[in-house]
């Protein structure tokens, strides 16, 4: 499996990918699930700020990916991002989630990035909670009953990782470029 850097040739599989979550899923809120075109706007969007959308490989074949966002657009918020990670139904459990989401905490730290912030859709997502505890994330907290999706009300989960010593020390770097 290969990690690299996600590409307008990608759109297609991150579309099915997340529109897979999407549909069937509680990792996203999003009910209607975004076309290719859409997906690389997005991709575009996260690039211009200079933060990773990653995919995993395996041959010719996307097998999930992952990206770092800004957390908020404020101007205090530029040294803490939000992660999003998404694998393809047919490769979970295979350590893809892992691969491209530890890629992606590498390259927030490498930019002086300070804290990581996870928003997990739904109390029950052993999986991504897992994922994230696994990568050094701790529970912040969890806002119940926010979302209505596939008949069900659903919670989110913040999880938080430090980076470059967290607030330990003041930031040494501009932060994400959030204008």
Same mark, same amino acid.
């Given at each position: 499996m290969k990690?690299r850097?996600a590409?307008?040739g990608?759109?297609?599989?991150?579309a099915?990918?997340?529109?897979h979550?999407?549909?069937?899923?509680f990792?996203?809120?999003?009910?209607?699930?975004?076309?290719?075109?859409?997906?690389?706007?997005?991709r575009v969007?996260?690039?211009?700020?200079?933060l990773?959308y990653?995919?995993?490989?395996?041959?010719?074949?996307?097998?999930?990916?992952?990206?770092?966002?800004?957390?908020?657009?404020?101007?205090?918020?530029?040294?803490?991002?939000e992660?999003? +990670?998404y694998?393809?139904?047919?490769?979970? @459990? %295979?350590? !893809?989630?892992?691969? *491209?989401?530890?890629?992606? $905490?590498?390259?927030c730290?490498?930019?002086?990035l300070?804290?990581?912030?996870?928003?997990?859709g739904d109390?029950?997502n052993?999986?991504?909670?897992?994922l994230?505890?696994?990568?050094?994330?701790?529970?912040a907290?969890? +806002?119940?009953?926010?979302?209505?999706?596939l @008949? %069900?009300w !659903?919670?989110?989960? *913040?999880m938080q990782?430090? $980076?470059n010593g967290?607030a330990?020390t003041?930031?040494?770097g501009?932060?994400?470029r959030?204008g």
């Amino acid at each position: 499996m290969k990690i690299r850097e996600a590409t307008a040739g990608d759109a297609e599989a991150l579309a099915a990918i997340y529109g897979h979550h999407v549909l069937h899923g509680f990792g996203t809120f999003e009910e209607e699930p975004p076309d290719a075109a859409e997906m690389e706007r997005r991709r575009v969007a996260i690039a211009e700020r200079g933060l990773p959308y990653l995919v995993a490989e395996l041959g010719p074949k996307i097998l999930g990916f992952a990206y770092a966002g800004p957390f908020r657009l404020r101007a205090a918020y530029r040294y803490t991002v939000e992660d999003s +990670v998404y694998v393809a139904p047919e490769a979970i @459990g %295979r350590g !893809v989630g892992r691969a *491209t989401l530890a890629a992606v $905490l590498d390259r927030c730290e490498a930019m002086g990035l300070r804290q990581v912030v996870a928003v997990i859709g739904d109390s029950q997502n052993e999986a991504s909670i897992g994922l994230h505890r696994a990568l050094g994330f701790q529970e912040a907290g969890v +806002v119940r009953d926010v979302g209505f999706k596939l @008949g %069900r009300w !659903v919670d989110i989960v *913040t999880m938080q990782r430090p $980076l470059n010593g967290g607030a330990a020390t003041l930031p040494d770097g501009p932060g994400v470029r959030l204008g």
